[in-house]
């Protein structure tokens, strides 16, 4: 998808700019797809259009594992003994290991235009699936890092990959399961992927690194990569505290638990994005915030997947930065990650609007996506993230007739949306200044039935297959 060539405006006649509703604001995007000026009161400039809704920033989906889209509605069933992540782990590798660099850029083209359909416009990929079915390295080792970039430019979605480091099987093991042999890297593989991916010059992607959790990589491989990157200003992210067992399996290892370990013995900074984080004490999440870290909630997968309810008010409380992640993609929309979210709390706390801040913030709605929206920067790469000069011109049309909005007062617009909307509620989708959807439909004529109808064959083949 190309930029902008030349300075171009919107205008709305309802906004979201500065945490709020704000009326008659001019949106100016600059020649690079950014926004040059936000400006709040303005009169409509002549021969602009008035767009068609009020404007809402999009968000960042801060972790995906895209292959698994292909798995989301298939393990869903019980039929003996206990079911777990961990058992849901050894179901999901059995489809890990078939997936071809082709059926891959199906897979993620299909979902990655239902998270532009769901309000994301930037998605981080925790990408770990790397290598031929045995193992071996494709003669162009990143072929499915090209598929995923493939896949997002095909739709228009912002792409941020991050090669994973993934090395054993567990704390304590010398190396992987077999069924894990597609993931094998190192420290060296991991950057050397980052920074062919960050030069290749594409429009829309960049690059960070990740670990894939601390069972998976041992603390030489984390102090090599950490040698490697030095200082360079690229996002870090790693699954952490995900499962109890985890926390178990660490503490028996090393005596301490997961965020514990990972501050004493790594000294993570603004740099760290931490995936899941559900299992947490005070002193950790104190820990975290001292280091500047942020978090990475995925609720719809950690529902899921029963992996338990994250220290929501904690995290919030302490001021340490949060992000949406849409992981294994049994949800695809934020508005029913942050429902998700917050119903979480309450059912198990046994209240009512926990995320709340009386007397400063007293909508939920308004407070969660104002907290995830600033958090989805740095997570990306980005610096800044929003309705505001500097950042990338993505944005929202809401379409105020939509179920859950219709009738509404503005100032109950994003209550709505969160907590009562069903179905399509977006007028359009917009990303680096250019609309990509309208009425949850890519504009390309036949383009998004070409889309689903490779997703289609690809799973008819992946299902039918021993």
């Not at 690194?209 to 990157?229: C, E, F, G, M, Y």
């Not at 899941?276 to 997968?301: D, N």
């Not at 929003?386 to 939509?402: K, S």
Request: hydrophobic share 45%; glycine share 10%; charged share 20%.
């Amino acid at each position: 998808m190309k930029q902008p060539q030349q300075a171009q405006q919107f205008w709305a006649a309802l906004a979201w700019v500065d945490g709020r509703w704000q009326r008659d604001v001019r949106l100016t995007v600059d020649a690079r797809g950014h926004w040059q000026e936000i400006a709040v009161g303005a009169t409509r400039p002549e021969g602009v259009e008035a767009l068609a809704g009020p404007v809402l920033p999009s968000l960042v989906d801060t972790h995906s594992h895209a292959f698994q889209r292909a798995f989301a509605g298939l393990a869903e069933r019980r039929e003996s003994g206990e079911d777990d992540f961990w058992s849901w782990r050894d179901r999901m590798y059995g489809l890990a290991l078939k997936v071809t660099p082709a059926q891959l850029q199906a897979i993620a083209s299909q979902l990655y235009l239902e998270l532009l359909q769901g309000g994301y416009t930037q998605v981080c990929e925790f990408h770990y699936l790397q290598h031929q079915p045995d193992g071996q390295a494709y003669p162009d080792e990143l072929a499915m890092s090209w598929a995923l970039a493939d896949a997002a430019h095909s739709v228009g979605l912002g792409l941020t990959m991050l090669p994973v480091l993934y090395a054993r099987a567990g704390f304590g093991q010398a190396g992987l399961r077999e069924d894990q042999r597609r993931f094998r890297t190192d420290a060296a593989w991991v950057w050397r992927a980052s920074q062919r991916l960050n030069a290749a010059g594409r429009p829309l992607l960049n690059a960070g690194v990740a670990l894939h959790s601390l069972r998976a990589a041992n603390a030489d491989d984390i102090r090599a990569l950490q040698a490697l990157l030095g200082d360079s200003d690229v996002p870090v992210h790693i699954h952490i505290a995900e499962q109890m067992q985890e926390v178990r399996d660490c503490l028996a290892f090393g005596g301490q638990r997961p965020m514990e370990y990972l501050c004493k013995a790594f000294k993570p900074d603004a740099r760290w994005h931490l995936v899941h984080a559900t299992h947490s004490t005070r002193q950790e999440i104190e820990q975290i915030a001292q280091a500047g870290a942020s978090v990475v909630i995925c609720p719809g997968t950690e529902g899921n997947l029963g992996d338990g309810l994250c220290d929501l008010p904690g995290w919030l409380g302490a001021g340490v930065p949060i992000s949406l992640g849409s992981d294994s993609h049994v949800t695809r929309a934020w508005g029913e990650e942050l429902r998700w979210l917050e119903y979480g709390q309450r059912l198990g706390l046994q209240q009512r609007n926990v995320a709340a801040l009386p007397g400063r913030q007293p909508a939920t709605a308004a407070r969660l996506f104002e907290a995830v929206r600033a958090g989805s920067a740095a997570p990306a790469g980005f610096q800044q993230w929003g309705l505001q000069a500097g950042a990338r011109a993505d944005f929202l049309v809401l379409d105020r007739r939509a179920s859950g909005l219709l009738g509404l007062p503005e100032d109950y617009l994003l209550d709505g949306l969160v907590f009562a909307a069903q179905g399509q509620v977006l007028q359009a989708v917009y990303v680096a200044g250019r609309q990509v959807l309208q009425q949850g439909r890519l504009l390309e004529e036949g383009r998004e039935a070409a889309v689903a109808d490779d997703f289609e064959s690809v799973m008819q083949a992946l299902n039918s297959a021993p």
